[in-house]
């Protein structure tokens, strides 16, 4: 149900307890009234629980499939990184507190494409 159709409902049932109120003597409709509004506000709660639950169980499953997704993609490329290490002979850092030997190459000025210094006196 959307805004307007929200607002119209709403409108009906102001134009209905006005007409009510006009009137002289009560019937048991009109005093059934209130609890008929009740119960209609009540369907729409429940009909906003199942859509809500609906939305729930959705979301889950998008993030259980995102959750296996970066699991694989995470399993691939720590066995790529694994064939490099063996390839190379050395070690990689894999955990906070194992073995770090970490090879880097220096930066040279040239290399990161800047021109080199010159000292000046």
Do not use: C, F, H, Y
């Not at 990184?81 to 050395?90: C, D, H, I, Q």
């Amino acid at each position: 149900m959307n805004l307007s159709e929200l607002i119209n409902t709403r409108m009906k049932e102001v134009a209905t307890a006005r007409k009510d109120l006009l009137r002289k003597t009560r019937t048991s409709k009109d005093l059934a009234t209130p609890a008929n509004a009740l119960k209609s506000r009540v369907t729409r709660i429940d009909a906003r629980i199942k859509r809500l639950e609906i939305q729930k169980t959705d979301t889950i499953k998008r993030l259980d499939a995102a959750i296996a997704e970066e699991k694989e993609l995470k399993k691939r490329i720590e066995k790529e990184a694994s064939l490099w290490v063996e390839r190379t002979g050395t070690k990689t850092r894999k955990t906070i507190g194992t073995d770090k030997k970490i090879i880097r190459k220096k930066a040279t000025p040239t290399s990161a494409g800047r021109k080199p210094r010159t000292k000046t006196k």
